[in-house]
């Protein structure tokens, strides 16, 4: 049973507008998120993450949404540029009190950004 | 040069043969991960290392074991190689700060068992 689904494998946005990619979860515990993007033949580079006590985190062009009554989280480009083009996963994580991370990672979805 | 790197980028076995993936990293990070990747199914945690005295299983680590040999050093052992084990392997570290934590990923490890 999935507890971080991303229920769309492939995403295509023309250049300049807005990409939106969602993302839901299923444990009330995880306290902390994060987006992560990948290009191929290359590992996951860490994009933005937002922590459980926020609804809205942005940096530069990226903002993420949190919505917990929903278990909602959601990664808004804009505007969208063809170099945004990759796949991207999100993370979640409950916070324990050691301070330990253990992140669930969801299937990822394919942003194909058209010039 | 890359703060997280992997050997070797990609690799071809035989079902039964033993195999070692190594990585290494320069950010000084304490903490260590081994994770696959099959389409489909994300990322899925394999070990985890909190410091070099550490060694923790994840979500699927049956049919794998790991080795801390230094703070910067980490491998992923398939004793036995199987068909299933293909997919691509990502080393991770991270230290974390305050309330956040973020993972740094290495290239990736392509892994073929025939």
């Known amino acids: 049973d999935q507890q971080v689904k991303q229920n769309s494998p492939s995403l295509s946005v023309q250049e300049g507008r807005i990409s939106i990619l969602n993302c839901d979860y299923t444990?009330?515990?995880?306290?902390?998120f994060l987006w992560y993007k990948k290009y191929p033949a290359e590992g996951p580079t860490f994009l933005i993450s937002?922590?459980?006590?926020?609804d809205k985190n942005e940096d530069g062009r990226f903002t993420v949404f949190l919505n917990k009554s929903a278990k909602h989280l959601s990664l808004h480009i804009v505007p969208s540029q063809p170099g945004d083009s990759a796949v991207y996963f999100c993370?979640?994580?409950?916070?324990?009190?050691?301070?330990?991370?253990?992140?669930?990672f969801g299937t990822g979805t394919r942003l194909k950004v058209l010039a | 040069d890359a703060d997280v790197t992997q050997t070797p980028r990609n690799r071809i076995t035989k079902t039964g043969k033993r195999i070692m993936l190594e990585c290494s990293q320069t950010?000084?990070?304490?903490?260590m991960y081994w994770y696959r990747q099959d389409p489909g199914l994300g990322l899925r945690l394999i070990y985890y290392?909190?410091?070099?005295?550490?060694?923790n299983k994840g979500e699927i680590s049956d049919g794998y074991s790991v080795s801390r040999q230094a703070q910067a050093k980490f491998s992923l052992s398939l004793e036995s190689a199987i068909p299933n084990q293909t997919a691509l392997y990502f080393c991770?570290?991270?230290?974390?700060?305050?309330?956040?934590?973020?993972?740094?990923f290495g290239p990736g490890t392509r892994l073929l068992v025939l």
């Open positions: 444990n009330s515990m995880f306290d902390y």
């Open positions: 937002i922590s459980s006590i926020k």
């Open positions: 993370a979640a994580s409950p916070y324990t009190t050691s301070g330990t991370y253990k992140y669930i």
């Open positions: 991770a570290t991270s230290e974390p700060d305050r309330n956040q934590e973020t993972q740094y």
């Open positions: 950010k000084g990070h304490d903490r």
């Open positions: 290392s909190f410091d070099v005295k550490d060694i």
